[in-house]
């Protein structure tokens, strides 16, 4: 199993170019499983679960080309779909559900397996189920397999999430766009990858309407015809970034990114002292000598502060001058990276869904184990401030999400390497 070795500690400076989102690419590639005609995606980031979501729709019976260095697919429907999700890609990546809404709506069939549960939380999928049954799904869980069906043509339906969830909000405009009639989805997630696979989704041809902050409009087609897009910029991964900016003193250009779609974040990395300034599609960042702490961080939907970037944060604070408190609100086990900040010298005290942080560590290198994508990163950004060397064991999870992070992180100054 691959390791990171990280020598530090070390100072950011230079450019960094921002990969395509994988959390928008993902839905995207699922909805195209609703298309007659073959579509092509641009700007795909070259991470793994990008791989395992192709595996999965080449396994449905999609024909699946890459060009232009795999950044590029072209994605035809042959007509001989099989409909079953199995399991052993579905449980690497939880986003596999998302081919559910797109199969039942278009083909009204699918066995698709359960995700099961995670590290970071349980992570049901009754949201899913349940906006899907209101649009006319039957199913049947049978062996950690969701057997579904429909009597023909989906049929729109009022539909009130009853709390916000990304994948079920994803799920069920795709599933919306072939049904007949129209569809209202109530108390919707927002994030910026939701507007993403939207507006794919209405250059195919789809009606979909944002009628209100959280509510969205879909009036269903018959089918939805070949188109060409290009996928937004990673939030996650520019917020990463902007961290490992920040945390340095260092001094950052980040490329290729809408700076508005983070405001909540560049306004906390401005109270923490970071100066930055923004254009179209650039950040430059400079960190501060003296990190300041922030009293309260609440990880909530967008557009509040993301789940998402709660252990990259965590690992900023630790470096402030003072207490300060993160509140995860999202998933009820996503702290499993304190374990491991703590083994580098950190003080961080957990009680319930809140994270105590003590500031003013001074992190010692060490050997550490990662346990999830976004907790992975965390403790590559701990590696870079600490002194001397650190071992990062299990970097599987980091190459599901972030595209040649070690390259990325070599070229503004960090000394890491891969070790196979
Ligand atoms: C997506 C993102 C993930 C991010 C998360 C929250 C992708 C591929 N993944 O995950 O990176 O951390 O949003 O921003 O885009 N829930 C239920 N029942 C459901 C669905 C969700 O109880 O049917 C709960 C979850 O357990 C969680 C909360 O709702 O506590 C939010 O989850 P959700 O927004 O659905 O996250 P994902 O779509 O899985």
């Known amino acids: ?96 559900i998302l081919v559910l809404g797109p199969m039942i709506s278009k083909y009204h069939k699918s066995i698709t397996s359960l995700p099961g549960g995670c590290l970071i939380g349980a992570r049901p999928v009754n949201f899913h189920l349940n906006a899907l049954k209101k649009l006319g799904m039957k199913y049947e869980i049978k062996k950690g397999y969701i057997h579904a069906k429909s009597k023909g043509k989906l049929k729109g339906a009022k539909i009130k999430f009853p709390k916000i969830s990304v994948g079920a909000t994803e799920n069920s405009i795709i599933a919306a766009c072939l049904a007949k009639g129209e569809t209202i989805l109530k ?65 950052l250009r980040i490329k290729n990114f809408n700076p508005k779609i983070i405001q909540t974040e560049i306004n906390i990395l401005k109270k923490i002292g970071a100066k930055i300034k923004t254009s179209k599609d650039e950040i430059h960042i400079m960190g501060p000598k003296n990190i300041k702490n922030i009293s309260s961080i609440t990880t909530k939907e967008y557009p509040n502060f993301p789940t998402d970037l709660q252990a990259q944060f965590m690992v900023l604070l630790c470096k402030a001058k003072g207490r300060s408190v993160i509140t995860e609100s999202i998933f009820e086990n996503r702290f499993m990276h304190v374990g491991e900040l703590r083994r580098l010298g950190a003080k961080i005290l957990i009680k319930e869904n809140k994270a105590i942080i003590e500031g003013n560590t001074k992190f010692v290198g060490a050997e550490l184990m990662s346990s999830d994508l976004r907790a992975s990163v965390a403790l590559v950004l701990a590696a870079i401030v600490s002194s001397g060397k650190s071992i990062i064991n299990r970097i599987y999870h980091l190459d599901r999400g972030y595209e040649n992070i070690e390259k990325k992180l070599q070229q503004i100054g960090v000394k890491i390497k891969r070790l196979t």
């Open 187 to 251: 108390n919707c997630a927002i994030e910026p990858e939701i507007k993403d696979l939207t507006n794919f989704l209405i250059s195919g041809g789809a009606k979909i309407k944002w009628i209100g902050k959280r509510t969205c409009r879909i009036i269903g087609v018959d089918s939805l015809s070949g188109t060409e897009y290009s996928v937004m910029g990673d939030r996650i991964e520019t917020g990463t970034f902007c961290v490992a900016a920040t945390i340095t003193n260092g001094d």
């Open 1 to 96: 199993m691959d390791k990171f070795l990280v020598n530090g500690p070390c100072r950011i400076e230079g450019q960094v170019n921002i990969q395509g989102s994988k959390n928008a690419a993902l839905p995207i590639l699922a909805s195209t499983i609703l298309f007659d005609r073959p579509v092509i995606i641009k700007n795909l980031p070259r991470v793994r679960d990008i791989d395992t979501m192709l595996n999965l729709l080449k396994s449905l019976g999609l024909k699946v080309q890459l060009f232009k260095h795999k950044r590029t697919v072209r994605i035809s429907n042959n007509k001989k779909l099989k409909f079953l999700a199995s399991y052993s890609l579905v449980k690497t990546m939880r986003a596999g």
